[in-house]
């Protein structure tokens, strides 16, 4: 049973980068027929999907988010992880890290417990 | 981007109601429509996928139903446990896509 977890600072400046880390456990992240996925959600909003990793390193990003987002994988350490730059106060979200499947339809599950993270001077 | 709209966003029921969420894509998404429950605090949790296949452990009386554009997330017989909120979400293509949410209420 694959199980997610996020690891990161709770407290950002704005202008400066966050950067959170998500280990798998369970499984490999190398497993061919998953993709592991960013999910955000402000509080008390919905929630918008940042982007996703393959482990051969291969990434989709959000337009929304492309400019400023670096997702990134270490399979050596099963984890991967999250860069977003220049931030504000707008991306004070929970971010939470999720499995999806290469095939078609798929879906995320898991999902990591989620860590909140407070862009605040 | 394919828009997911969601109605209502908030309902009022009492244990033992049938609950029906709706949930509507701006253009045709097949069936690859996936149901998330959310409660306070915790991560969303995937209850339905593909439109109608159900995930492993979620009790019968949830069901989905859809293709095209409208889909329908029914809860039977509400629990007190199934106060929550409910999300749908768009897999058929990039950017991936939810719906604003429908929080469940307690009459």
């Known amino acids: 049973q694959v199980q997610l977890q996020e690891s990161g600072p709770g407290l950002v400046k704005p202008s400066q980068t966050l950067s959170i880390t998500c280990t798998v456990s369970g499984g490999s992240i190398s497993n061919s027929e998953y993709y592991w996925s960013w999910i955000r959600q402000p509080p008390g909003k919905g929630l918008e999907w940042i982007g996703y990793?393959?482990?051969?390193?291969?990434?989709y990003y959000n337009p929304s988010l492309k400019s400023r987002v670096t997702i990134s994988v270490d399979t050596s350490k099963n984890q991967f992880s999250l860069k977003l730059n220049s931030v504000t106060a707008a991306d004070t979200a929970v971010y939470y890290c999720?499995?999806?499947?290469?095939?078609?339809?798929?879906?995320?599950?898991?999902w990591g417990q989620g860590t909140l993270v407070t862009v605040s001077s | 981007d394919i828009q997911m709209t969601q109605s209502p966003s908030s309902l009022s029921a009492s244990v033992g109601d049938r609950v029906t969420i709706t949930c509507r894509a701006s253009q045709s998404i097949n069936i690859y429509l996936n149901w998330y429950q959310q409660k306070p605090g915790k991560a969303p949790k995937l209850l339905i996928y593909?439109?109608?296949s159900f995930q492993s452990g979620v009790p019968s009386r949830f069901s989905g139903s859809g293709s095209g554009t409208d889909f329908t997330l029914t809860i039977s017989s509400l629990q007190p446990e199934d106060f929550a909120t409910y999300y749908c979400?768009?897999?058929?293509?990039?950017?991936?896509?939810f719906g604003q949410g429908t929080k469940l209420e307690i009459k």
């Open positions: 999720a499995k999806g499947f290469t095939s078609s339809p798929d879906w995320f599950d898991p």
């Open positions: 990793i393959y482990y051969s390193g291969d990434t």
């Open positions: 593909a439109a109608s």
């Open positions: 979400q768009q897999s058929y293509s990039t950017p991936y896509t």
